[in-house]
């Protein structure tokens, strides 16, 4: 028996979906115990979760978190009771940050499961966004902005496609998540504007889509009453001109735009020829124009592949991305082509209630591209996580070499100029360490204060510190002894 060509093409879209998804969680799982999650802030609410025996976001209660962000308080429970069997600080660093360096994988699973059936082309722009959007930024493991905008890409798709119940509560669960960063509330809006839209183009479906679209609008209502009860200092103060200049000027000038231009124009010439490829039929000028199309996805190919190169070179630098850590702040306007590309292939999928022939063929911009796509996320986010893994490795040994029982960051000069240099040194010391610490890390002179006290305390950010009796409740046993 003759299997259909549909379900050949079905077969193969799964395939190739599944093993982009996995390269994207076998990336993620070398992060994670690469030490990747503790890079810049994440070292400090790791310790801070260990030491207090809870998330770093709870005080009392978790309406009380840290600028009203919620959501490491359902996150990071698992490294807190995984703390009660192990001490090993690889291991719970990496249960840590698995729920952060594996939200691209579930992101896209997410997506494949929604969409797969009716509408399976919007893979291609879901990838673009998961993988590519973010990937400067993405080595800060831990940042909530871009967990925020992994999970928002399967309520984007969702917008364009029927739904069963399993789908809408995970889709409910999603949403609820984007009420923990102010970035939430545009995130709400913009996929409430594209399910307009396609009810806009299908007036069959106007209730369905509105009642979608104010569900979404009503998250993003709540968002801004949550900012108004919990307001986000930290972003206020950042979204003055001088300090967005920088910020751009920190993350994003260079190598990290040059490459994101080159994806941009791979998802043009992919948008184009999914656009002119459907207008051909088997005339000879509409051959021509179909071989026209297969150039432009090669040239889509071509475009991806010469970001992919930018982006590899930049990585090999640790200090070409020791800022990208700014990067976050603007990972929404720098995805905007890929929403739109989704909107336009999404609204024109629900109009016609069939996918674009050309999005489940076997042609350059569909199955050469997400490879290319896949394959840039896991070598760019390898690269900076073997010299994240080097960088702490050579951090350890020289503070445990020292002679001195505190070790003051004057002497290790060549932390100078990468990522480590950051005020949350001491913690990636101490969190990589484990718990029982025989020397301390000290930042800055005014950070000596604490040691002077009776008893002493160790400064482990200059707002805080950790006692030195290994008596004192708490996480962390310190016991400093001078070398030899």
């Known amino acids: 028996m003759t299997t259909p060509a549909l379900s050949q093409s079905d077969r ?3 395939r190739l979906s599944w093993g982009l998804i996995a390269l994207l969680a076998f990336t993620g799982l070398l992060a994670c115990f690469a030490t990747l999650p503790l890079i810049w802030d994440g070292a400090y609410q790791f310790a801070n979760t260990l030491q207090h025996g ?11 978190a840290y600028q009203g962000r919620f959501h490491t308080w359902f996150l990071w429970w698992p490294v807190v009771w995984a703390s009660k069997f192990t001490d090993h600080p690889l291991i719970l660093q990496a249960i840590y940050g698995m729920p952060f360096l594996l939200a691209p994988a579930f992101s896209l699973a997410a997506c494949w499961w929604i969409v797969r059936k009716q509408s399976p082309g919007l893979m291609l722009w879901a990838l673009f966004g998961i993988a590519i959007g973010p990937l400067p930024g993405q080595c800060f493991a831990i940042n909530d902005s871009i967990l925020l905008h992994h999970l ?30 102010p970035m939430g509330i545009a995130n709400c809006v913009g996929a409430a504007i594209a399910g307009v839209l396609v009810a806009w183009a299908r007036p069959d479906l106007r209730r369905r889509q509105f009642v979608r679209a104010g569900l979404l609008l009503a998250v993003a209502v ?49 948008g184009l020829t999914t656009w ?10 509409h051959r021509r124009r179909r071989e026209f199309c297969n150039g432009l996805g090669w040239l889509a190919v071509a475009c991806a592949t010469i970001g992919a190169a930018f982006w590899a070179g930049w990585a090999m630098d640790e200090q070409r991305w020791r800022l990208a850590v700014d990067y976050r702040r603007f990972v929404l306007p720098l995805s905007l082509p890929f929403f739109l590309a989704a909107t336009i292939e999404g609204v024109v999928t629900a109009t016609r209630q069939a996918s674009i022939p050309r999005t489940i063929a076997p042609v350059p911009e569909r199955r050469a591209l997400p490879i290319i ?19 702490v490795r050579r951090l350890r040994w020289e503070v445990n070499s020292s002679a ?3 070790v003051h960051k004057a002497s290790l000069p060549w932390t100078r100029g990468t990522a480590l240099d950051h005020w949350s040194l001491p913690t990636v010391y101490l969190a990589i360490e484990g718990r029982h610490q025989h020397k301390a890390l000290l930042f800055a002179d005014e950070w000596a204060a604490p040691l002077h006290e009776s008893p002493p305390r160790i400064p482990i950010v200059q707002w805080e510190s950790y006692p ?4 004192a409740e708490g996480y962390y046993r310190f016991d400093l002894q001078p070398r030899p």
């Open 54 to 64: 809870r998330p770093h976001v709870y005080v009392g209660s978790w309406q009380h």
């Open 152 to 181: 928002l890409w399967p309520i984007f798709v969702a917008m364009f496609v029927g739904l069963s119940w399993p789908k809408i509560v995970l889709l409910s669960v999603l949403a609820f998540f984007q009420l923990a960063q």
């Open 404 to 406: 001195q029982a505190v």
């Open 222 to 270: 709540l968002g801004v009453a949550r900012l108004i009860a919990y307001p986000d200092s930290q972003a206020a103060d950042e979204a003055s001109p001088m300090e967005v200049i920088k910020r751009w000027h920190n993350g994003v000038e260079g190598l990290p735009l040059a490459g994101m231009i080159f994806f941009w124009l791979a998802a043009l010439a992919a």
């Open 468 to 471: 030195v009796d290994p008596g």
């Open 12 to 14: 193969s879209a799964d």
């Open 373 to 391: 796509l896949a394959a840039t996320f896991a070598v760019v986010l390898v690269i900076q996580s073997s010299l994240w893994f080097q960088l």
């Open 276 to 285: 002119i490829g459907d207008r051909c039929d088997d005339t000879v000028d």
